[in-house]
Protein backbone atom coordinates (compact mmCIF):
# COMPACT_ATOMS: atom_id res chain seq x y z
CA UNK A 1 0.00 0.00 0.00
CA UNK A 2 1.27 3.28 -0.73
CA UNK A 3 1.81 6.13 1.83
CA UNK A 4 -0.20 8.93 2.33
CA UNK A 5 0.81 12.31 3.99
CA UNK A 6 -1.34 11.81 6.92
CA UNK A 7 0.07 7.93 7.35
CA UNK A 8 -0.43 7.27 11.09
CA UNK A 9 1.14 3.26 11.51
CA UNK A 10 1.11 1.28 14.39
CA UNK A 11 2.15 -2.25 15.33
CA UNK A 12 4.89 -3.36 17.86
CA UNK A 13 8.88 -2.64 18.56
CA UNK A 14 11.11 -5.49 19.66
CA UNK A 15 13.76 -5.89 22.08
CA UNK A 16 15.84 -8.33 24.02
CA UNK A 17 14.77 -11.57 24.65
CA UNK A 18 12.17 -12.32 27.14
CA UNK A 19 11.23 -8.79 26.36
CA UNK A 20 7.66 -7.86 25.64
CA UNK A 21 6.97 -6.12 22.22
CA UNK A 22 5.96 -2.73 22.71
CA UNK A 23 3.49 -1.08 20.63
CA UNK A 24 4.31 2.19 18.53
CA UNK A 25 2.60 5.07 16.83
CA UNK A 26 4.58 6.10 13.74
CA UNK A 27 3.59 9.72 11.73
CA UNK A 28 5.33 10.46 8.38
CA UNK A 29 6.99 13.31 8.91
CA UNK A 30 5.87 16.21 6.49
CA UNK A 31 9.40 16.97 5.02
CA UNK A 32 9.09 13.28 3.58
CA UNK A 33 6.66 14.80 1.22
CA UNK A 34 7.80 18.66 1.37
CA UNK A 35 11.13 18.36 0.31
CA UNK A 36 11.92 16.38 -2.98
CA UNK A 37 14.35 14.26 -2.28
CA UNK A 38 14.14 14.31 1.40
CA UNK A 39 14.08 10.30 1.79
CA UNK A 40 11.39 8.67 4.13
CA UNK A 41 11.10 9.99 7.98
CA UNK A 42 8.70 9.24 10.37
CA UNK A 43 8.56 10.04 14.10
CA UNK A 44 7.56 7.18 15.85
CA UNK A 45 6.60 7.50 19.79
CA UNK A 46 5.89 4.82 22.34
CA UNK A 47 3.42 4.28 24.61
CA UNK A 48 5.21 6.31 27.20
CA UNK A 49 5.67 9.21 25.33
CA UNK A 50 9.35 8.51 24.27
CA UNK A 51 9.78 9.44 20.92
CA UNK A 52 12.62 9.76 18.00
CA UNK A 53 12.78 10.00 14.30
CA UNK A 54 13.87 7.16 11.96
CA UNK A 55 15.47 8.08 8.45
CA UNK A 56 16.10 6.25 4.96
CA UNK A 57 17.57 9.27 2.29
CA UNK A 58 17.04 6.26 -0.30
CA UNK A 59 13.41 5.63 -0.45
CA UNK A 60 11.48 8.72 -1.63
CA UNK A 61 7.71 9.31 -0.81
CA UNK A 62 6.32 9.01 -3.96
CA UNK A 63 7.63 5.16 -4.49
CA UNK A 64 7.45 4.30 -0.73
CA UNK A 65 5.09 1.57 0.65
CA UNK A 66 4.01 0.89 3.51
CA UNK A 67 6.36 -2.28 3.84
CA UNK A 68 9.01 -0.05 3.44
CA UNK A 69 8.11 2.22 6.58
CA UNK A 70 6.86 -0.35 8.22
CA UNK A 71 10.95 -2.03 7.50
CA UNK A 72 12.43 1.46 8.72
CA UNK A 73 10.56 1.71 11.73
CA UNK A 74 11.68 -1.90 12.95
CA UNK A 75 15.34 -1.08 12.71
CA UNK A 76 14.48 0.69 15.83
CA UNK A 77 14.34 -1.60 19.02
CA UNK A 78 13.31 -1.06 22.99
CA UNK A 79 15.19 -2.02 25.52
CA UNK A 80 13.72 -2.26 29.41
CA UNK A 81 14.32 1.25 30.78
CA UNK A 82 17.84 0.68 33.24
CA UNK A 83 15.27 2.79 36.49
CA UNK A 84 11.70 1.49 35.60
CA UNK A 85 11.55 -1.56 33.46
CA UNK A 86 8.99 0.12 30.90
CA UNK A 87 10.38 0.12 27.62
CA UNK A 88 12.40 2.30 26.50
CA UNK A 89 14.30 3.27 22.83
CA UNK A 90 18.06 1.13 22.52
CA UNK A 91 20.36 3.96 22.56
CA UNK A 92 22.03 1.82 20.01
CA UNK A 93 18.85 1.72 17.18
CA UNK A 94 18.28 5.13 17.29
CA UNK A 95 19.65 8.99 17.84
CA UNK A 96 19.01 9.47 21.34
CA UNK A 97 20.59 11.50 24.53
CA UNK A 98 18.23 8.76 27.04
CA UNK A 99 21.08 6.28 27.04
CA UNK A 100 18.49 3.54 27.33
CA UNK A 101 16.53 5.16 30.00
CA UNK A 102 12.67 5.90 29.54
CA UNK A 103 11.23 9.46 28.80
CA UNK A 104 9.49 9.79 32.49
CA UNK A 105 13.06 8.60 34.77
CA UNK A 106 14.77 10.97 32.09
CA UNK A 107 12.73 13.95 32.78
CA UNK A 108 12.57 12.72 36.38
CA UNK A 109 16.58 12.19 36.89
CA UNK A 110 17.25 16.04 35.21
CA UNK A 111 14.73 17.41 37.80
CA UNK A 112 16.21 15.61 40.62
CA UNK A 113 19.46 16.44 39.42
CA UNK A 114 18.62 20.62 38.86
CA UNK A 115 16.68 20.66 42.81
CA UNK A 116 20.01 18.75 44.34
CA UNK A 117 21.62 21.64 42.55
CA UNK A 118 20.11 24.72 43.54
CA UNK A 119 19.88 23.01 47.57
CA UNK A 120 23.74 22.92 46.89
CA UNK A 121 23.79 26.89 45.66
CA UNK A 122 21.44 27.57 48.46
CA UNK A 123 23.56 26.00 50.98
CA UNK A 124 26.28 27.76 49.74
CA UNK A 125 25.14 31.06 50.48
CA UNK A 126 23.79 30.15 53.76
CA UNK A 127 27.09 29.79 54.50
CA UNK A 128 28.72 32.81 53.01
CA UNK A 129 25.76 34.48 55.13
CA UNK A 130 26.74 33.72 58.65
CA UNK A 131 30.68 33.84 57.50
CA UNK A 132 29.82 37.74 56.50
CA UNK A 133 27.60 38.00 59.57
CA UNK A 134 30.01 37.19 61.95
CA UNK A 135 32.42 39.89 60.11
CA UNK A 136 29.34 42.39 60.92
CA UNK A 137 27.64 42.57 57.58
CA UNK A 138 23.54 42.66 58.50
CA UNK A 139 21.57 42.40 55.19
CA UNK A 140 22.49 40.39 51.92
CA UNK A 141 21.11 42.35 48.54
CA UNK A 142 19.38 39.81 46.56
CA UNK A 143 19.46 42.12 42.88
CA UNK A 144 18.84 41.98 39.23
CA UNK A 145 21.17 43.68 37.04
CA UNK A 146 19.40 45.20 33.59
CA UNK A 147 22.94 46.36 32.24
CA UNK A 148 22.42 49.95 30.84
CA UNK A 149 24.76 48.68 28.23
CA UNK A 150 22.12 46.01 27.01
CA UNK A 151 22.69 42.20 26.94
CA UNK A 152 20.81 39.83 29.32
CA UNK A 153 19.87 40.93 33.29
CA UNK A 154 21.57 39.09 35.72
CA UNK A 155 21.46 38.54 39.82
CA UNK A 156 23.91 39.26 42.22
CA UNK A 157 24.25 39.05 45.89
CA UNK A 158 25.67 41.95 47.59
CA UNK A 159 26.63 41.89 51.38
CA UNK A 160 26.04 45.48 53.55
CA UNK A 161 25.92 47.13 56.55
CA UNK A 162 22.23 48.26 57.66
CA UNK A 163 21.99 49.33 54.12
CA UNK A 164 19.46 52.32 52.97
CA UNK A 165 17.79 52.43 50.03
CA UNK A 166 20.18 54.92 48.45
CA UNK A 167 22.65 52.73 49.59
CA UNK A 168 21.71 49.61 47.47
CA UNK A 169 20.52 52.49 44.50
CA UNK A 170 24.67 53.47 44.81
CA UNK A 171 25.62 49.87 44.79
CA UNK A 172 23.19 48.70 41.88
CA UNK A 173 24.19 51.72 39.85
CA UNK A 174 28.21 50.74 40.25
CA UNK A 175 27.47 48.07 38.56
CA UNK A 176 25.77 50.15 35.86
CA UNK A 177 22.25 47.99 36.40
CA UNK A 178 19.60 50.98 34.75
CA UNK A 179 16.81 49.58 37.14
CA UNK A 180 17.80 49.82 40.60
CA UNK A 181 14.77 48.82 42.64
CA UNK A 182 14.60 45.59 41.28
CA UNK A 183 15.84 43.70 44.70
CA UNK A 184 15.47 41.76 47.43
CA UNK A 185 16.74 43.19 51.03
CA UNK A 186 17.52 39.63 53.03
CA UNK A 187 18.59 40.33 56.83
CA UNK A 188 21.13 38.05 58.43
ZN1 LIG B 1 11.85 4.48 33.14
Redesign the pocket.
Known amino acids: MKLEKNTVLTGELTGPEGMQPAPFKAEISPCSWMYPGYGLQFRVELESGDWTMVTNKAILFDDAEESHAMALIQELKVCP ?1 K ?2 S ?1 P ?1 FDPSTCLSNRGG ?2 E ?2 FLKQLRAECEAEQAKEEQKLKRKDARLKKQGFTHRIDAWIHPASGGDDYQVSIWMVNPTEKDIHKELRKLESCEVNDFKKIEL
Do not use: G, L, T
Open positions: CKCQAVCRC
